[in-house]
Nanobody, 129 residues
Framework: RLQLVQSGGGSVEAGGSLRLSCSVS???????????LGWFRQVSGKRREGVAA???????FYAASVKGRFTISRDNAKNTLYLQMNNLKPEDTAMYYC????????????????????WGQGTQVTVSS
């Protein structure tokens, strides 16, 4: 089992940057290295959608809407997942969640929120125009 605690987020103007962090703690001798990690976002009234995922070191997937602007990374020594968000746009406004789960190394699964079973508490990102 894992516990995910997020930090970061906030309000920025369009074109600005934010960095989200997700501290992943193992419970009952579990290991976060067993899991794919990802970032998801959700706007009220809409489905949660995958933003970026790193199923394993060296393999990343991104939603088309954020490709080239967002970078997902994992610091295994710190058990921390990051999402660097650059050139933010108003349409990026959402509640962002980090997550861990067991998924196949395919974008269709790695970016599918139903494949993840451990979730952070969420943090709001608001981008003004």
């Amino acid at each position: 089992r894992l516990q995910l605690v997020q930090s970061g987020g906030g309000s920025v103007e369009a074109g600005g940057s934010l960095r989200l962090s997700c501290s992943v703690s193992a419970i009952d001798e579990d290991n976060y290295m067993r899991y794919a990690l990802g970032w998801f976002r959700q706007v009220s009234g809409k489905r949660r959608e995958g933003v970026a995922a790193v199923p394993t070191d060296g393999l990343t997937f991104y939603a088309a809407s954020v490709k080239g602007r967002f970078t997902i990374s994992r610091d295994n020594a710190k058990n921390t997942l990051y999402l660097q968000m650059n050139n933010l746009k108003p349409e990026d406004t959402a509640m962002y969640y980090c997550a861990a789960g067991s998924v196949r190394w395919l974008p269709s699964q790695a970016l599918d929120p139903i494949r993840y079973n451990y979730w952070g508490q969420g943090t709001q990102v608001t981008v003004s125009s």
